[in-house]
């Protein structure tokens, strides 16, 4: 329920505030409206998205991200709080929140600074530049944005649209360091423990994310604990692949989609058919409609129906050209004729009958 609030003039002038982008300004203050007394929110970012800025192409994730980064908000994985709300707002009744009992004894999710520079870094994004990224265990695209001051120059806010992981997780011991910690969605982040994963007991990621894992597992021997992050394909199937698709982006991403997939040779087929079908559809006439490789293949691109071509204006269907064919006596054809050549068509027929 949005609620009518208060916004003090210091906050227009204030230090921190200043500093942020006008849409993470902005963001900040209708969240207001839709926090609850006591300053706190659900963790669905869509929803928010849609509550504030419903018509606009903003990264909800990033701002989200900045703001919990100028430690403006707090986060768990269940809630959002505002810090210093029941400071600023003057609320007569207060409602008691159903999140802040949850909200004290969730895990916080703070990463400082420091650790912040070093992952973008590490995944090759370069100061005051965006950097697209995918989640370490799907695949998942998202991206890095090191945003810059008014005058070009890169600031000290790095924000991420994919949530930070801990590999070695904090309840086993792993600490906030950039050699523990990669990108994953949230999905990923939320349902690995759940999942029997091996603890992964050191990891060094290159920009292209390329890398060895050694892995604690009981009763194995060294060479068996040192596995590649993304096997390449033994069959060589996806070169075919990677050949034939239309938009060669996120390589590494795309095979170990593939890899997940293991298609059969049939399957293989199949997909080179329907990528043929797609390359000549209206659908992907224009590149920045064509997903991802690795996004089409997690979603079973070639099990879609393909949009058929649209039919300039005034040419008929095959059905109906073939219909008035018949009604004349002709056998069918195989080809569209423009509406306005038919009854030449037909006239042509009945001359050769003759």
């Not at 360091?177 to 949230?186: G, Q, R």
């Not at 195989?334 to 050769?352: C, N, S, Y």
Request: charge should be positive; aromatic fraction near 10%; charged fraction near 30%.
């Amino acid at each position: 329920m949005a609620r009518i609030r208060t916004i003090k003039p210091d906050f227009w002038t204030d230090g921190k505030i200043v500093q942020l982008p006008f849409e993470a300004r902005l963001l900040f203050i209708g969240m207001w409206n839709f926090a609850d007394d006591s300053g706190f929110l659900g963790s669905d970012l869509d929803r928010i998205k849609m509550q504030i800025f419903p018509s606009d192409e903003i990264d909800i994730y990033i701002l989200i991200d900045l703001l919990c980064n100028a430690e403006l908000l707090g986060r768990t994985d269940g809630s959002l709080k505002i810090h210093n709300f029941t400071k600023h707002q003057r609320i007569a009744h207060p409602t008691p929140s159903r999140f802040e009992k949850t909200h004290e004894s969730s895990r916080k999710i703070t990463i400082p600074s420091s650790v912040r520079k070093a992952i973008a870094l590490k995944y090759g994004c370069k100061p005051g530049e965006d950097k697209e990224v995918n989640c370490y265990y799907c695949g998942k695209e998202g991206r890095i944005h090191w945003w810059r001051n008014r005058w070009g120059k890169p600031t000290g806010w790095i924000n991420f649209s994919l949530t930070l992981d801990h590999v070695n997780p904090e309840s086993l011991g792993g600490e906030t360091k950039v050699e523990n910690m990669v990108l994953a969605c949230a999905h990923c982040n939320k349902s690995k423990g759940v999942f029997d994963y091996p603890r992964e007991l050191s990891r060094k990621l290159t920009p292209d994310l390329e890398v060895e894992v050694e892995v604690e597992r009981k009763g194995r021997s060294a060479e068996e604990t040192k596995t590649p992050r993304q096997p390449k394909s033994v069959d060589g199937s996806f070169a075919t692949f990677w050949e034939h698709y239309p938009r060669r982006v996120s390589k590494g991403a795309a095979e170990k989609a593939w890899n997940k997939i293991k298609p059969s040779p049939e399957l293989l087929t199949t997909i080179l058919a329907k990528l043929v079908e797609y390359e000549a559809s209206d659908q992907w006439k224009d590149e920045q409609y064509i997903p991802h490789p690795s996004t089409w293949l997690n979603r079973k691109g070639w099990e879609d129906e393909v949009p058929a071509p649209k039919r300039p204006e005034g040419e008929l269907s095959y059905e109906e050209t073939n219909r008035r064919l018949d009604a004349a006596g002709f056998p069918p054809i195989t080809r569209m004729i423009p509406a306005d050549q038919v009854e030449a068509h037909l006239a042509a027929k009945r001359a050769a009958a003759k």
